[in-house]
């Protein structure tokens, strides 16, 4: 699938805009900037507390404690953190041999919309991206696949072109092979942060099998978007992630 080479990029595709950076200068009373660690996988940050994740309801609430300990300082909505570690959990006991780290889901999902933020967008208590976030139509303008319709505009709202949905970016294609109902309301729905992030950790264990080794690491990330610039954007986020400071 022909894909937009740029980070901001859904799951096989991605949001239009570019997002601006800021620079930021460090005079000689300011703490100097943690270090991003190099290599790949990155490391898998903070220890997630063990969750049930068979208990009704919304089973991220039980890390909504560790999440606020620990969000600020990486810049990471509580409700995103609490999805992606909730994520993880649930991968640490249904695919053991993934090794997914609740880091390469926060890499991505900044990556992809700033953890629910884009374009003014944020997560609201029941951890919905309002406005919903919706990618551009995917008509195979330069840069981007051309996917007709397949989902009669459920989820994107869009009859003619497909696009991606929501704060993880799914297409609709990919959200009926991954989609998944994680908060516990009954419907999987890509623009609820709990259910994407569990999407996004089943596409990645699948397509990428033990997440601990590099090759492997990189061919998940690769089949969420099969750039080199975006494997290396999730990753230098993910880096940071995992020493506790914002993403690059």
């Known amino acids: ?5 740029r980070r901001g990029c859904a799951v096989a595709l991605s949001l239009a805009a570019a997002v601006v950076a800021s620079a930021c200068s460090y005079g000689p009373t300011r703490e100097a900037p943690v270090a991003i660690p190099p290599g790949i ?22 890390l909504r404690p560790w999440a606020q300990g620990i969000n600020e300082q990486m810049n990471i909505p509580v409700a995103a953190l609490a999805a992606y570690g909730n994520a993880a959990e649930t991968m640490r006991q249904t695919r053991p041999e993934c090794n997914l780290a609740w880091t390469t889901l926060a890499g991505i999902g900044h990556v992809e919309t700033r953890h629910g933020r884009y374009r003014g967008a944020s997560l609201n208590d029941d951890g919905y991206a309002l406005p919903p976030i919706i990618g ?27 696009r991606a949905v929501g704060p993880m970016q799914f297409i609709p294609e990919s959200w009926r092979k991954y989609g998944v109902d994680a908060n516990g309301d009954g419907r999987a729905d890509p623009n609820q942060i709990d259910d994407a992030a569990v999407a ?49």
């Open 1 to 5: 699938m022909t894909i937009r080479p």
């Open 41 to 62: 996988p990155p490391a898998a940050g903070a220890p997630v507390p063990a969750v049930d994740i068979n208990a009704p309801g919304r089973t991220s609430d039980q």
């Open 200 to 248: 996004a950790a089943r596409l990645l264990c699948e397509n990428g099998g033990d997440l601990s080794v590099a090759e492997n690491w990189q061919r998940a990330v690769l089949a969420y978007n099969a750039s080199r610039e975006y494997v290396m954007d999730v990753r230098d986020s993910a880096a940071a992630y995992s020493v506790g400071t914002t993403a690059p």
């Open 136 to 162: 551009i139509q995917l008509d195979g303008s330069p840069g981007f696949a051309n996917i007709p319709d397949t989902d009669g505009g459920e989820l994107d709202g869009d009859q003619e072109f497909d």
